[in-house]
């Protein structure tokens, strides 16, 4: 069944988002950086709203990494609190638009409460077929491969990429990611994707992630179309799902 899914979603991206620049937002503007961190989840709504439109199946968006733990712990407080507001509040559009909800990343370090209401959150929208929304959230690329070899210790034999990529992502057969977007003007991964993202398209705007909204995704999806896809060979693949590799 999970199978099935992503087989739906065979011929349509998987884009990564690195939402990135709400404090400069904010700062710019002489407003609190978590005023710009409610900014971002208005665009968080754009997004999401515009990506199947665009032939996005897949988003993932990077949300909190584990690093992020090394703020201050207002402004820590003030994200988390969001992300309960976002999870309260927000399943309702999200199961109307045919959105599955799948948060990643660890939830034994979140403040009590929000891994219930991640868990409930990804029970209600789990039908829908519109959008699968991976939102990343005490995520650390590092740490997910690490703990897929982690849960291979002692197994008989090497697995296969397939194997191993289905244990990192924690989905079977989810497409590797094929665009990564930065915003901020800063060109980095930031631990994100590190996995799934080996021939990622890389595609960094100046915008700050509170401004981005349905044509800026557009204006990064079609220069992915331009883009010649290689994957190691001599011929262009448009959309080679790169996970088989
Ligand atoms: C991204 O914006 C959101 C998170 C990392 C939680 P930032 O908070 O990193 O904004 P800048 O980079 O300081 O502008
Ligand atoms: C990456 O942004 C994490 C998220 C967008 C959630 P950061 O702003 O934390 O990354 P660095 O520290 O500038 O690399
Ligand atoms: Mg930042």
Do not use: C
Request: hydrophobic share 45%; no cysteine.
């Amino acid at each position: 069944m999970q199978s099935d899914f992503h087989a739906e979603r065979a011929s349509m991206l998987h884009v990564g988002i690195i939402m990135d620049g709400n404090g400069r937002w904010a700062v710019r503007r002489g407003l609190s950086r978590l005023r710009g961190h409610e900014a971002g989840v208005e665009a968080i709504r754009r997004v999401v709203e515009a990506a199947p439109d665009q032939g996005v199946g897949t988003l993932t968006l990077y949300a909190f990494s584990s690093d992020n733990w090394r703020r201050p712990r207002t402004e820590v407080a003030g994200l988390m609190a969001l992300l309960r507001f976002y999870l309260a509040n927000e399943v309702q559009s999200l199961v109307k638009n045919g959105v599955r909800l799948k948060v990643i990343g660890r939830r034994d370090r979140l403040p009590d409460g929000i891994a219930a209401a991640i868990g409930r959150a990804e029970q209600a929208t789990a039908q829908g077929r519109t959008l699968n929304l991976r939102i990343a959230v005490d995520y650390s690329a590092r740490d997910a491969i690490l703990n897929a070899a982690a849960r291979l210790a002692g197994a008989a034999g090497a697995p296969t990429r397939q194997q191993f990529s289905d244990l990192v992502t924690g989905e079977a057969d989810l497409r590797d990611v094929d665009l990564i977007i930065r915003t901020s003007g800063e060109q980095r991964l930031s631990d994100f994707l590190l996995w799934e993202g080996a021939y990622a398209e890389l595609h960094f705007t100046e915008t700050m992630w509170p401004d981005f909204d349905a044509e800026h995704l557009a204006e990064a999806v079609s220069a992915f179309h331009h883009r010649e896809r290689r994957f190691g060979g001599l011929d262009a693949l448009p959309l080679a799902p790169a996970a088989s590799l």
